[in-house]
């Protein structure tokens, strides 16, 4: 388990097969279903009928400047952001490392500990330790701590635990300032998206859509996927698992998400003004596809919004706000879905991770999936 029990103090919801994890976790709460297709209009078919041969990079270029034709050279060339603006209670006066190119200075997801730059208005562990409690207890008053989108969608609200929370991000800081670690995904014509990506176990090449055990553009080996995380993910396969059966009418009616060994992990961190145009994760193996093996998603920091659905429209896609300490999973029947992130709402990390991790405005997603 990363960090320790920081989340403690969560109800258990569930019968005793539950994962001993999650019994920990959990807020109390009734377990309910939530529809968002029946919210909204749009198709219900779970099998997508249209494709995409854009790279989720070139289709959020389409998002960027989407008056320029996808394939124009122009359309590549996307200002990075390389310094935020000021969170509301840490102000960074220098962009430090953030900002690189293919293979130039790495970027450094967090706000150094030591800057002298920041004009930090210092809280007691005693009223950081406050605010966990209350956002605990809001989420218990809230929401369901697991929601069904739709088959194959399950997103479990709050999953990550304060201390995970804080442990994934230092991880993926250090990771991230080391060879194989972020950088802008660029096209060859030298354009440059508003986003930083890395990736753990395979990487996987925005031009040819393709994985390899080396980024062709330094030869760096991607780091590995720290065990912690793997043992998250498998966790909160189990818990949807659960949820699952228990939400089955009728009870032989059971639908189930087929377990995942993540060797590949894509890192993005988004400024506030980074997106994600609509895409497929299709670029696994035919039979991880075939099985429908699941995607998992943690996200951290800003909240972002999160559009999904059967076709490659955002009009007609649904839409889950994505917080941090929320782990989205989607497989079998949805393991096509198109998705895609259209905006992160800024200043909605909790103050505490902003405190504790120093995590830059913006926000952090993990997906795991299996090659
Ligand atoms: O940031 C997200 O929530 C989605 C990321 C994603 O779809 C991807 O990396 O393929
Ligand atoms: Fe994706």
Redesign the pocket.
């Known amino acids: 388990m990363v960090g320790g029990g920081g989340g403690g103090g969560h109800g258990v919801r569930t019968p005793a097969n539950f994962p001993p994890r999650q019994k920990a976790r959990l807020p109390r709460g009734p377990v309910h279903e939530k529809s968002l297709e029946q919210q909204k209009k749009g198709p219900s078919s779970s099998s997508p009928s249209v494709s995409s041969n854009k790279s989720?990079l070139q289709l959020a270029a389409a998002i960027v400047q989407p008056q320029k034709p996808l394939e124009s050279p122009q359309h590549m060339v996307t200002p990075v952001r390389l310094q935020e603006s000021p969170g509301p209670r840490t102000i960074p006066c220098s962009s430090g490392s953030v900002g690189s190119g293919s293979g130039a200075a790495p970027f450094d997801i967090c706000i150094k500990r030591d800057d002298k730059c920041s004009i930090k208005l210092s809280r007691s562990l005693l009223e950081i330790n406050r605010e966990k409690r209350r956002e605990r207890e809001q989420l218990s008053k809230e929401a369901a701590p697991l929601q069904y989108l739709r088959p194959g969608m399950v997103l479990l609200k709050k999953f990550l635990k304060h201390d995970d929370q804080v442990d994934i991000i230092r991880r993926c800081q250090k990771l991230g300032i080391g060879s194989g670690g972020f950088y802008t995904p660029g096209y060859r014509d030298g354009g440059k998206l508003s986003l930083q990506m890395m990736c753990l176990g395979k990487n996987w090449d925005p031009n040819s859509r393709s994985y390899g055990d080396t980024r062709p553009f330094d030869g760096a080996q991607p780091p590995s996927i720290p065990e912690v995380f793997s043992k998250i993910v498998k966790d909160a396969i189990q818990a949807s698992n659960e949820f699952l059966r228990q939400k089955a009418r009728p009870a032989n009616d059971v639908e189930e998400l087929p377990p995942l060994s993540p060797d590949i992990c894509?890192v993005?961190f988004?400024t506030s003004s980074g997106k994600?145009g609509l895409?497929q994760?299709k670029d696994e193996t035919k039979p991880s596809l075939h099985k429908g093996l699941p995607v998992v998603?943690f996200?951290l920091g800003d909240t972002?919004e999160?559009l999904y659905g059967d076709v490659n429209d955002v009009d007609k896609a649904s839409k889950v706000d994505?917080e941090s300490g929320d782990v989205l999973i989607f497989g079998g029947k949805s393991r096509l879905i198109f998705?895609?992130?259209s905006r992160i709402k800024p200043k909605t990390a909790p103050n505490w991770l902003t405190d504790e991790a120093k995590l830059r405005p913006g926000r952090l997603?993990l997906?795991f999936r299996q090659h």
């Open positions: 989720p894509l993005n988004y994600l895409h994760d998603s996200s972002a999160f994505l998705h895609g992130v997603n997906t």
